[in-house]
């Protein structure tokens, strides 16, 4: 039986840094390789590019390409550093947009690029990395590579022009809510998987069912940062926080708290969503609390967890399924802090 390297699998890791210090030649790796991308860019723009290319992130996409490309020898190759990369740029372009349409001044603990350069520019900053990635998805032997990456890009758009149209707006079901994710998020943890799996050469089977592993953690770890825009601390979490319900998006929270809150407060929630209220912050956090909101949707996080899981567990021989397998518990121990005293 093959098995991964023991100092990978030493002790339950409670941090995605935990999981991933294993992988420090391969984001070595990725950062050199990002850092030579940046005079790909226009002089004029380099600056601006390099801004966004920082090193200060989780970088959990990336890992997810190299750890479903684990080797027994645990050293990147040439081609998983690139696929990494073109998916952390996927990643960064959109958080620039994210970040536009949320108004937010906060990301890694810095200024947003849209508070550094103005919300025109970074509008025009992050087409500049989604095409920059596109490019480098191109340049693979055969154009698998190009069509997964860009069949996902337009994905992540979707998701991210639904939820922005349904923003302020109560026609918005649990079905929705899921769609919008499983697009948005879930979907660019699914091939971050599939690359990795594909490249490193296993069975079409085991592609598929990391891939799957992929997009149920990514829709974990989606409704976990919805909770974390409420019950989350932004020194801890590194980004401005409470700017889901202030921008009117109907997050799984808030639908939660909806359906249990009695007719008239929902009435008056609903106003505030709608933007015809200014949002309580306070008072909501209150209710969350007294209805168990955060209990609610803690267990669809552990569905989604459980379901990634599953997707596995017919090849406990295969070197990334330990390590994939330790984000789950990662993704648990982020639960068990965000529900703590901050």
């Known amino acids: 039986m093959n098995r991964v390297r023991s100092d990978a699998t030493a002790a339950p890791p409670q941090t995605f840094g935990a999981v991933f210090a294993g ?11 990002l850092r030579e991308q940046v005079q790909a860019f226009e002089p004029e723009i380099r600056e601006m590019a390099d801004y966004c290319i920082d090193t200060s992130g989780k970088r959990i996409r990336p890992a997810l390409v190299f750890l479903s490309g684990w080797k027994a020898d645990g050293q990147p190759t040439a081609e998983l550093v690139k696929a990494a990369a073109v998916v952390e740029l996927v990643h960064l372009a959109t958080l620039v947009h994210d970040d536009i349409m949320d108004d937010a001044d906060l990301r890694r603990n810095r200024d947003t690029a849209a508070r550094k350069f103005g919300s025109t520019a970074a509008v025009l900053l992050g087409d500049a990395l989604f095409s920059h990635a596109l490019h480098l ?15 996902s890009t337009r994905k992540v758009c979707a998701g991210e022009i639904v939820q922005t149209m349904r923003r302020g707006s109560m026609h918005i079901s649990r079905e929705d809510y899921w769609r919008i994710i499983d697009l948005k998020t879930a979907e660019l943890f699914r091939v971050s998987c599939f690359l990795g799996a594909r490249l490193s050469g296993v069975t079409p089977a085991y592609v598929d069912d990391v891939a799957r592993f992929g997009r149920h953690l990514g829709i974990a770890y989606q409704i976990y940062d919805d909770l974390a825009d409420f019950y989350g601390d932004e020194k801890r979490i590194g980004k401005t926080l409470g700017t889901d319900f202030a921008s009117g998006k109907v997050t799984l929270p808030l639908q939660v708290l909806l359906e249990k809150l009695p007719e008239s407060e929902r009435a008056a929630l609903i106003e505030e969503i709608c933007g015809r209220q200014p949002t309580q912050m306070a008072k909501r956090m209150q209710q969350m609390a007294q209805y168990e909101v955060f209990g609610t949707v803690a267990e669809s996080v552990q569905q989604e967890i459980e379901t990634a899981e599953a997707a596995l567990a017919n090849w406990p021989e295969q070197p990334p399924s330990a390590l994939l397998g330790q984000l789950c518990e990662v993704l648990r121990a982020q639960m068990a802090v965000l529900n703590g005293p901050l």
């Open 23 to 33: 992988l420090k030649p391969h984001m070595a790796a990725l950062d050199r390789f």
């Open 137 to 151: 998805a191109a340049q693979f032997p055969t154009n698998e590579v190009c069509h997964m990456v860009s069949e």
